[in-house]
């Protein structure tokens, strides 16, 4: 199929797209637009973007065609050997997974906004970019000109560009392949210092599986201008969303970049070449159900932050940094008793990406992290650090991807307990698919790196004694959440509620209530607001705090032993 996407009208956040088939033989034709995109496991239904869909043929007449799903038509081809698909893409969202258009931009997820034939997926693909001469593009594909070229649709739809005359472009070659940095917006970012850590963290990570088939590998990077984080993962490049741009200069939004860069290079290997049998191929029109998000996602969040440490590019205060806001968001979610991590993978589709049901499930990213931790631990003492978590990796990658296979969890658990000589049914049992279990092994497993959780009460009185998390939105104090047996919960406390007074003193937005607790550190009254009823209610404190602050250290008096085992893993020194 032959494409064009025409950038006519950028202040209108529409782009028009054309796609047009030769060859035609059949006397119904089905157009599918897909209705998810790899690496955002929840339906896109990007249909809704879609507006003026005609079909014509080669002379300019429209054809008869009808809807019969959300994103599919039947189009009568009366005979027409040609067929040009035209419509038009409203193009207005800028993250890591959309399409975006404006006057100096044109940003495609194909993925987002190409139609394909069903019956031709497999055939060679081109695009034609209608744009300003002055456009630089940025695109993992090939190019002639304005036009790209994909050897299939998969490939076209896994291949997203961005369009600018304002790109920076910086470079640098990594195991023979090109790594191609592009830049996108206003910055502090020290571009060439970033391009070195990110070859540092690209040699770490190529060791672990040996092989990096690409004709180069492209970082897509819109620097923007509000407070954002997103990042997704492409067969040969990865797009990144971050912001504000003015704020890279600092060493907190600077690690903050190299930690999702790294994340979404791992996934080259991790998802991208080493994939679940139920998602190969991806099948673009329904759900792709996988209990196996704590490979795919927990597994690749793990290595992200793990190889920024392991090539020297992080040092452990870095690290752990990152590593106690994960146990952070592990403890401060009660869903963890609730739902197994094998099960909210199988339940993104569902509600993977919103904070969804209070305490109803788990994220596969944070579980699935510290699940590959305490797996790599065992593999280690089991073997005296002769195989890790990188032997498995690197077996299932020749024994599934080199062979063209997806994998199983029987694969995964196989692995394991091949390179470590594990029995691995009760990590399976408990970890995977049990329920509050994690932090059960997790205190064993830091301690064979010397390293401990230290738990501290957190500063906020109303969450520390009462067991109420709020935040201030919209000229409110609104309860986020409830500790389960506090204070608060025992008092009725409800989720969306508005809180305001503390101790008959009223909330406003510059208040700060330090000086009302210190009036009575026993107990407090608080005013609520909700939907049907204001109310005021006694909060008394107990021996019991809240929200506890988790943090990763390392331990004082830590053997030779346990600095050795550290060293071996961190490949820095204790």
């Known amino acids: 199929m032959k494409y064009t996407i025409f950038h006519t009208q950028p202040h209108q956040r529409y782009i028009t797209i054309e796609a047009t088939l030769e060859n035609v033989e059949q006397d119904i034709l089905e157009i ?17 973007n879609v507006r003026k869909f005609t079909v014509l043929d080669s002379n300019g007449n429209e054809l008869p065609f009808f809807k019969v799903t959300k994103d599919l038509w ?7 050997r040609a067929i040009t698909i035209s419509y038009q893409y409203f193009a207005a969202v800028l993250d890591a997974g959309s399409t975006y258009t404006d006057e100096s931009m044109l940003y495609v997820n194909p993925v987002n906004c190409l139609v394909y034939e069903t019956t031709s997926m497999d055939e060679p693909c081109e695009l034609k970019l209608d744009i300003p001469d002055n456009f630089i593009i940025a695109c993992a594909l090939p190019s002639e000109g304005k036009t790209l070229k994909a050897q299939n649709f998969d490939e076209l ?3 997203p560009l961005m369009a600018s005359p304002t790109l920076e472009h910086y470079t640098t070659d990594v195991e023979g392949v090109t790594q191609h940095v592009w830049i996108s917006g206003k910055h502090t970012l020290d571009a060439h210092r970033f391009v070195e850590e990110v070859a540092a963290y690209t040699r770490e990570q190529v060791a672990v599986f040996n092989h990096f088939p690409s004709n180069g590998y492209h970082y897509l990077i819109h620097l923007m201008p509000n407070s954002f984080r997103h990042g997704v993962e492409h067969c040969h490049s990865t797009v990144i969303a971050m912001g504000p741009g003015t704020e890279f200069h600092t060493p907190e939004k600077h690690r903050d970049l190299l930690a999702i860069c790294s994340h979404e290079l791992f996934h080259f290997w991790n998802i991208k070449r080493l994939r679940p049998a139920v998602m190969l191929p991806y099948d673009y029109t329904k759900e792709n159900y996988s209990t196996l998000g704590y ?7 793990y290595y992200g932050d793990y190889m920024l440490l392991r090539s020297g590019v992080n040092n452990f205060e870095a690290y752990s940094g990152e590593f106690s806001k994960d146990l952070q968001r592990h403890f401060d979610n009660t869903g963890r008793y609730n739902y ?9 589709w569902l509600d993977g990406y919103v904070p969804g049901t209070p305490g109803r499930k788990v994220s596969i990213y944070v579980e699935g992290m510290l699940a590959a931790l305490i797996a790599d631990v065992a593999i280690r003492e089991a073997t005296n650090n002769n ?15 080199m062979n063209g296979a997806g994998y199983t969890e029987e694969d995964y658990r196989a692995a394991i307990e091949e390179v470590s000589g594990l029995d691995m049914e009760a990590y399976f049992r408990d970890i995977i698919w049990g329920k509050g279990n994690i932090e059960k092994l ?3 497993t830091l301690d064979k790196l010397g390293l401990e959780l230290v738990v501290s009460p957190i500063a906020d009185e109303l969450e520390r004694l009462y067991g109420i998390k709020a935040v201030r939105s919209n000229g409110h104090l609104t309860v986020v959440a409830v500790a389960e047996a506090s204070p608060a919960d025992e008092a009725g406390v409800a989720l969306g509620a508005f809180i305001t007074s503390i101790n008959g003193v009223e909330y406003t937005a510059d208040i700060h209530f330090d000086e009302v607790f210190a009036l009575n550190t026993a ?9 049907y009823a204001d109310k005021t209610i006694q909060l008394n404190a107990g021996a019991t705090t809240y929200f506890d602050e988790y943090h990763l250290v390392k331990q004082a008096n830590a053997s030779q032993a346990q600095k050795d085992f550290f060293k071996a893993w961190s490949k820095q020194e204790f």
């Open 32 to 48: 599918q637009l897909p209705s998810w995109r790899p690496g955002r496991y929840e339906l896109g239904n990007f249909a809704k």
């Open 74 to 80: 039947q189009v009568q081809t009366l005979g027409n």
């Open 157 to 159: 739809a896994d291949s």
């Open 295 to 301: 490979v795919y996602e927990g597994i690749t969040t």
């Open 340 to 348: 197994s991590v094998a099960d909210s993978s199988f339940d993104t």
């Open 387 to 401: 195989a890790n978590m990188d032997t498995v990796l690197k077996l299932m990658y020749d024994r599934c991807f």
């Open 442 to 444: 997790l205190p064993q």
């Open 523 to 531: 107990g407090i009254t608080v005013g609520l607001h909700t939907i």
